[in-house]
Every structure is written in structure tokens, then in C-alpha cells.
């Protein structure tokens, strides 16, 4: 690659470090801070670079910068999609959207709701993507804690034990009544 094509490429390779390093706001990050990153990732440019590069990208994608005091503070809008490049494949959708009902519970509110965007785009990807042929995605989940007692509706017999399949299909185990 000649010189110039190489200084494209790295342009392009650090605008993204940038974009991907940026928080949803309302946290925000300075150039300084986007500056020891890049160069973390290999990256050494000025801090004036940055700020170009930042203002650049203002003007294309949903980032916005706190100008109120200095540093200046930059952030994903609040409402923004993440950026996604390729894009969620199904796989990571319906994992993201299983990890979405464990963390529900797990995680305080405010680090669940940074996560919506993420889900939402999950749920946007699986709307948008048809499964293969045979395979059926949940459209609700639960998650069940260890060692709670499971009744299955109609069942005479109790629980023995569950487990999930390759495919994702839960097979029970069941005694006898009473034992």
C-alpha cells in the first residue's frame, strides 16, 4: 500500500477506535483521555488530531460534545443506536437477549438501562433476520434460580431434573409422585 492509502486506512482504523471508545452520555470522556487510549491501540497523533477527528465525526454520527466547561466531554447521544459494524449476527442477538433476563435482576438500574440499546438492537436483529429452517427463537424467557422447586402444568410427576440440549430444548427428568 502506497503512503497515502496507508494514511487513509490508519484515519479510518483510528476514527473508529475513537467512536467505539466513546460512552452513552450522560458520562462523557475528554481527547485527553481518547488520546492515551489511541495510543494504547498503536495510534500516536496530536491531541489537536483528536479534536479534529471528533469534530468530523460530530458532524456524521450521533455524538455529541459537552462545551460548557473545559475539557470538553464527548458522548454517544442518549438516545443513539449502537454503532455496529458488521452487525449483530442471530447468534449474538439471542445470546445478548438471554444475558438480558439474568442481568435484569443482577445489574443496579442504571447499568441495565446503558444496556437497552443493545437489547433493543438484539430484538431489532431477530426481528429482521429469519432463523434457519427448524429453529425457533423464545419469545419470552424466564430465568428459573437453582434449586426452586418446577411444576409443570398437567404433570402428575415432579421435577427429577432439567437440562438444555445442543439445540436449546430443555429435557426434564420426572419421579414418581411422592419420592
Aim: aromatic share 6%.
Amino acid at each position: 500500500m502506497n503512503g497515502k492509502g496507508q494514511k487513509a486506512s490508519d484515519t479510518i482504523a483510528r476514527r473508529l477506535l475513537l467512536l467505539a471508545r466513546l460512552p452513552r452520555a450522560p458520562r462523557k470522556t475528554t481527547s485527553s483521555e481518547l488520546k492515551s487510549h489511541l495510543e494504547g491501540e498503536g495510534h500516536y497523533v496530536s491531541l489537536r488530531t483528536i479534536e479534529r477527528d471528533l469534530e468530523q465525526l460530530e458532524g456524521r454520527f450521533p455524538i455529541v460534545c459537552d462545551r460548557r466547561e473545559k475539557p470538553y466531554g464527548w458522548s454517544w447521544d442518549r438516545g443513539a443506536e449502537p454503532l455496529a459494524i458488521p452487525g449483530m449476527s442471530v447468534h449474538q442477538a439471542v445470546v445478548l437477549l438471554t444475558a438480558q433476563a439474568h442481568l435484569r435482576s443482577q445489574l443496579p438500574a442504571n447499568l441495565y438501562r446503558e444496556l437497552q440499546p443493545l437489547f433493543a438492537q438484539a430484538h431489532s436483529t431477530l426481528g429482521q433476520k429469519q432463523p434457519q429452517a427448524g429453529v425457533a427463537f423464545p419469545v419470552k424467557q424466564t430465568v428459573v434460580k437453582e434449586n426452586l422447586p418446577v411444576r409443570i402444568v398437567g404433570e402428575r410427576r415432579s421435577v427429577a431434573g432439567c437440562r438444555a440440549t445442543h439445540a436449546g430444548v430443555l429435557r426434564c427428568s420426572f419421579a414418581a409422585k411422592g419420592r
